[in-house]
């Protein structure tokens, strides 16, 4: 019984110290790498599909002449898409997003300092709601 108390003790612990290991800061670098890795990935996706693609269609005409060649009587092919070719592995980073004043996003110090070009005041424009 003492056994199986401490051996549940040391289990109730043990969750309780891995439960509060903080997650792994990741660095610029590591987070691209990370992504090219996810690109890989995908796109090793995309061509085992053609492959799967290229070698159902092999086994589909194979069936088809084989079975003509024996007399037997078989449904016309369900039209399907043809198998796209994903090509070669290519990779472009995203590019890093700037921050807002770095990017351009906001007006022009000239803009900025001259009058709105309507007369009419923003009230008017849009009129609060009554309820």
Do not use: N, Q
């Not at 990370?34 to 269609?57: F, H, I, T």
């Not at 898409?81 to 980073?93: H, L, R």
């Not at 590019?95 to 070009?117: C, Q």
């Amino acid at each position: 019984m003492k056994k199986i108390l401490i051996a549940a003790l040391f289990a109730g612990v043990s969750t309780v110290v891995l439960a509060k290991i903080p997650a792994p800061v990741l660095s610029d670098e590591a987070k691209a790498k990370a992504a090219e890795v996810a690109a890989k990935a995908a796109w090793a996706g995309k061509v085992d599909g053609y492959l799967l693609c290229k070698s159902m269609d092999k086994v589909a005409a194979s069936y088809f002449k084989t079975a003509k060649a024996a007399g037997k009587e078989t449904k016309p092919p369900v039209a399907t898409p043809a198998c796209a070719d994903p090509g070669a592995f290519s990779y472009k980073p995203p590019e890093a997003i700037k921050p807002l004043e770095a990017s351009g996003a906001h007006s022009p110090a000239a803009t900025a300092t001259s009058p709105p070009s309507s007369k009419t005041p923003a009230a008017a424009i849009a009129p609060e709601k009554k309820s």
